[in-house]
C-alpha cells in the first residue's frame, strides 16, 4: 500500500510539474520576439499600414500590455507616425470567456499621440490598405460571411497624456490638443460600440492661434453618434461653454456645435493669434451655433452674435485731431461704448451681417466679408453728429464758399451743409487683406476723417474722396473734380444691411 501511495505520489509531482512546465513553456512563447512579430505581421496584413511593437506582455491570468507601438502616416508624411503609443494594458475576467460577454476588467492607455494630415480635398491623408496575400483571390460571385456581432463590456476606462495634432495641406496646425485624459466604462452590444466618460483637456488650440484651457465634459458614445453635452473651459481670461454633437460612423461624419464665451479679453485672443494686444482691449461675449463636417473642416456654417464692452483701440489714444476742433471723446482717448454685431460662416467666409462701433458723437456700421484666407471686402459708413464737428465742417464750408464762390446741385438747390453729410454718413471700403488692408473713402468727407482714422490705424489709404466744400460747380458728373454721391449700398451704421450684401469678421 506504501508504495502505490509512493507512486500516486511521484505521479502527482511529475503531473504539476508537467503542467506549470507547459504553462511556463505557453508563457514563454506567448511573450517571445516571435509571437511579437507575428502579431504585427497579421495587422499590417489587415490594415496595410506599417507598424512598430516595442514590447509586450501576456499573462495566462488575463491580464496584456503593449508597449512602443507605432503606426506610420501615408507618404510623405511618414516622419510624423499617424499613431504612437507608450503604453497599453488590460485584464480580461478569465471566467467571462466562457460567458458569451466577456468582461474587461480595466483598459488603461497613456502617452497616446495622434497626427492627422489633411488633404487638398479636405479629408485626411490615411495608410490604411489592405495588402492582398499571395495566391488568394475573391471567390467570384460568392458573398463574404458577415462578421460575427461580438458583445463585451469594459468597466473601467483609464486614458492619460493623449495629445493630437492636425495639419492643413500646407503642414500649418490646424487644431492640436495636448494632455487629454479620460475615465469612464464602455460596451459592445452585438458589435455597436457605447460608452460613457468624463474627458479633461490641458489645451486647446484651433486655427489662427486661438487656445482655451482647462477644458472639461462629459462624453457619450451611442449609436455611432458622439455628444458632448456640457463642455466648459477657461478662454483669454473669461469663461467658454457650449455642447457638440458629431456622427462618427456616417460616411461625411456631420457635427453640430454650440458655444457661448464670456468675458474674455480681446488683448488675449489677439495675443494669442499672434497679434499686437494693445491694438483692441475690451470684454468680449460672443456665442456661435453650427454645424459642418469633420472630413472638411474648413466648411464649417453656422451664424452668431458678437459684443465687446468699454473697447479701447490704442492706436487712437494720442488725438488725431486738436481736442479744442473736436468732440469726439473716442478719438480722443480711443475708448468707445460698445462694438457689437451679428455675423454668419458660410462658404469659407466670415460675414458680418451688422457690425456698429458705438460711441458719443460717432458711430461706424460696416458689413463685407472675410475670407478664410484673410481677403476682405468690407463696405462701412462714419457718421459724427457731435455739435462741435459739425460746427467747424460748417465754418469751413463757409469759408470756402466766400472765397471760391457757392456751389448749388444740378436740381438748383443748395448744397447740403458739411454738418448734414457728417450726419448721414460717409461712406468707405475696406479690401485687401487682413495684414495689409487698404481704405478708400468713396463720397465726400469733410474733414477728411476716414483718412485721419484710417492713417492712425495703419492703414493704408487709397483714393481720398474730396472734401464736400470742394469747388465744382462746373465739373462735369463723373469727373475727378465732381464729388461722388455715396455709395448707396453702403448702410448706415443704424441700418440693416440691404439684400444681396454679404457681410464681415467680427472684429
Given amino acids: 500500500m506504501k508504495k502505490i501511495l509512493l507512486v500516486l505520489g511521484v505521479l502527482a509531482v511529475l503531473f504539476v510539474v508537467l503542467v506549470l512546465g507547459g504553462l511556463f513553456y505557453v508563457s514563454m512563447q506567448l511573450n517571445s520576439e516571435s509571437t511579437r512579430e507575428q502579431i504585427r505581421q497579421a495587422v499590417a496584413e489587415k490594415t496595410g499600414a506599417d507598424i512598430k511593437i516595442g514590447g509586450h506582455s501576456i499573462s495566462l491570468l488575463g491580464s496584456a500590455s503593449v508597449e512602443g507601438l507605432a503606426l506610420a502616416n501615408a507618404a510623405p508624411h511618414e516622419k510624423s507616425p499617424l499613431v504612437s ?18 468582461v474587461v476588467e480595466r483598459v488603461e492607455v497613456q502617452g497616446l499621440e495622434i497626427n492627422l494630415h489633411q488633404t487638398k480635398e479636405g479629408g485626411f491623408s490615411l495608410p490604411f490598405q489592405k495588402k492582398p496575400v499571395e495566391g488568394e483571390e475573391p471567390a467570384s460571385g ?17 486614458v492619460s497624456g493623449v495629445s493630437v ?31 460613457e ?53 456616417a460616411e461625411d461624419r456631420p457635427f453640430t456645435a454650440k458655444m457661448a464665451v464670456t468675458e474674455a479679453r480681446m488683448e488675449g485672443i489677439l495675443k494669442d493669434i499672434g497679434g499686437n494686444p494693445e491694438t483692441l482691449t475690451g470684454a468680449l461675449r460672443l ?22 464692452a468699454t473697447p479701447v483701440v490704442g492706436k487712437l489714444r494720442n488725438p488725431i485731431i486738436p481736442a479744442a476742433l473736436l468732440g469726439v471723446p473716442a478719438l480722443q482717448s480711443g475708448q468707445f461704448d460698445a462694438i457689437e454685431g451679428t455675423y454668419r460662416i458660410e462658404g469659407q467666409k466670415i460675414i458680418v451681417e451688422d457690425l456698429k462701433v458705438l460711441s458719443p458723437g460717432l458711430r461706424v456700421g460696416i458689413t463685407g466679408t472675410v475670407g478664410f484666407d484673410k481677403t476682405m471686402d468690407l463696405q462701412g459708413r462714419l457718421i459724427v453728429d457731435a455739435g462741435p ?11 470756402m464758399q466766400g472765397l471760391l464762390g457757392g ?19 460717409v461712406p468707405f471700403t475696406v479690401r485687401g487683406t487682413s495684414e495689409s488692408p487698404v481704405v478708400r473713402p468713396v463720397g465726400p468727407d469733410p474733414l477728411n476723417l476716414v483718412s485721419l482714422i484710417a492713417q492712425a490705424l495703419g492703414f493704408k489709404v487709397e483714393g481720398e474722396a474730396p472734401p464736400a466744400t470742394a469747388p465744382a460747380a462746373d465739373a462735369p458728373p463723373g469727373s475727378e473734380a465732381a464729388p461722388q454721391a455715396p455709395a448707396a449700398e453702403t448702410p448706415a451704421a443704424e441700418e440693416k444691411p440691404k439684400e444681396g450684401l454679404r457681410g464681415l469678421l467680427p472684429f
Fill in 389 to 399: 464737428v459739425s460746427k467747424v465742417a460748417d465754418v469751413a464750408q463757409g469759408f
Fill in 165 to 195: 495634432q492636425v495639419f492643413d495641406p500646407e503642414q500649418a496646425v490646424l487644431a492640436s490638443v495636448k494632455d487629454l485624459s479620460a475615465r469612464g466604462k464602455a460596451r459592445l452590444d452585438a458589435g455597436e460600440p457605447a460608452a
Fill in 287 to 308: 456665442d456661435f451655433e453650427g454645424g459642418g463636417s469633420l472630413n472638411a473642416p474648413k466648411d464649417l456654417t453656422g451664424k452668431g452674435t458678437l459684443h465687446i
Fill in 85 to 102: 503609443l507608450k503604453q497599453f494594458k488590460a485584464k480580461v475576467g478569465l471566467l467571462s470567456l466562457f460567458s458569451g460577454t466577456p
Fill in 407 to 425: 456751389k448749388k446741385e444740378a436740381d438748383g438747390t443748395a448744397q447740403p451743409s458739411s454738418s448734414e453729410v457728417l450726419k448721414g454718413g
Fill in 197 to 249: 466618460l468624463e474627458a479633461k483637456i490641458a489645451a486647446l488650440q484651433v486655427t489662427p492661434g486661438l487656445q482655451a484651457a482647462n477644458i472639461s465634459t462629459p462624453v457619450t458614445l451611442a449609436g455611432g453618434k458622439a455628444s458632448l453635452s456640457k463642455i466648459a473651459a477657461d478662454f483669454c481670461g473669461g469663461k467658454a461653454a457650449g455642447s457638440a454633437e458629431a456622427g462618427l460612423m
Fill in 142 to 158: 460568392e458573398a463574404s460571411a458577415p462578421a460575427p456581432k461580438l458583445s463585451a463590456r469594459v468597466e473601467a476606462i483609464e
